[in-house]
């Protein structure tokens, strides 16, 4: 059962229903050839049966109609109940009214409610600050902007949308930060789990181009709520741990266990060593960033020893260990240290880099 009650599903059209590579022009349902995307077919029909499906375009040359008949052409047409364009939204993505004009017209609320979409900024941005769920589909693995990720779950395939609405989604970026606010943040702390958050996101990008299973996405809310804890009384608990049963509390499970093995102690033993990629990146990222800066991981454990004297020793005995994660981490990129820092320098902070594609 569908705990979060999700009613219906709002998709785009083109590119990501139908294929539309900019060839031609015009009414979709006059070209020459019309093509559905890659397991459009089979997810649709197995959506339908569960949920209302909406297709909300922002198609000026063709009405709802002609969007129905380009559908027809490749036996999608049974599964969609509404069909919008921005003529009958008296907007067009990413404007708020073209959402709030279709949740009106649909008479679902909101919080029921999740946009499907290619295109960041129409479909992500746009219905996120109109306070929907979004699902990114990210087929070919493009950085969000900012390295700021918003969308509430992302998939690379159009099949794999079934198996993630069968699970919670991550909590938002609004929400992560809804909590600090809750436990007491710093400008300082908010600076520092962002840094982390977006680098472990763009290491998780890399990673995930050889073709390995990793989440982007959730490397980028663990490194996000790693720290949730960092300023709570820690008589009993470490604040990694604070973090975990903070987020276990919010049924967060898969960010908890990142939380919880975050520090370096953690890497000491296999009971606490981080297991999974998304925790052994947060780990790693969490080395790397020095405030809002990325620093190596001597910079960085030289600078926690002069900030934490009493723990200066710890550190130290414990950098081998922190060292032979890096080496995993670098040896499955295919890099070094020195390059790897070099290229998350210029990813993240030079507006002119686009290398999700690979490392420069």
Not at 107 to 122: A, T
Not at 148 to 164: A, F, G, K, S, W
Not at 322 to 329: R, S
Request: hydrophobic share 40%; charged share 25%; glycine share 4%.
């Amino acid at each position: 059962m569908n705990e979060r009650k999700i009613t219906t599903l709002v998709f785009d059209w083109g590119n990501t229903i139908m294929a539309d590579d900019g060839q031609f022009s015009g009414k979709m349902m006059d070209w020459p050839s019309v093509q559905a995307i890659e397991g459009a077919y089979d997810t649709l029909k197995l959506l339908s049966a569960e949920y209302q499906l909406v297709l909300a375009s922002n198609a000026e040359d063709s009405t709802p109609r002609d969007i129905f008949n380009a559908l027809e052409q490749v036996n999608l047409d049974p599964f969609f109940h509404l069909i919008f364009t921005c003529k009958e939204l008296s907007a067009k993505k990413p404007d708020l009214l073209f959402y709030q004009t279709l949740v009106e017209k649909i008479n679902h609320p909101v919080e029921k409610v999740v946009m499907i979409g290619d295109d960041y900024l129409k479909d992500i941005v746009g219905s996120k600050l109109a306070g929907w769920r979004a699902i990114w589909f990210n087929p070919s693995g493009q950085t969000s902007n900012g390295h700021l990720p918003l969308q509430d779950m992302e998939v690379r395939n159009l099949t794999d949308i079934p198996e993630v609405l069968s699970h919670p989604f991550l909590p938002d970026v609004q929400t992560c930060l809804g909590w600090y606010m809750e436990l007491g943040a710093t400008h300082t702390l908010l600076s520092h789990v962002q840094n982390v958050a977006a680098i472990a996101y763009q290491i998780s990008l890399w990673l995930e181009q050889p073709g390995m299973f990793i989440s982007p996405l959730l490397a980028h809310r663990g490194g996000l709520t790693h720290d949730l804890s960092k300023l709570q009384d820690q008589s009993k608990n470490n604040h990694a741990v604070l973090a975990a049963e903070f987020l276990e509390s919010k049924k967060q499970l898969k960010l908890a266990e990142i939380a919880r093995r975050h520090l370096i102690g953690d890497l000491v033993t296999d009971e606490t060593r981080p297991q999974t990629w998304e925790e052994k990146i947060v780990n790693y990222a969490d080395k790397l960033s020095e405030g809002n800066t990325i620093v190596s991981i001597d910079e960085r454990l030289e600078a926690l020893q002069l900030r934490y004297p009493d723990f200066a020793l710890k550190i130290k005995k414990n950098t081998p260990f922190v060292k032979a994660l890096e080496d995993e981490i670098v040896t499955a990129l295919g890099t070094t240290p020195a390059k790897l820092v070099a290229d998350l320098k210029k990813t993240l902070f030079n507006k002119n880099s686009h290398s999700s594609k690979g490392m420069l």
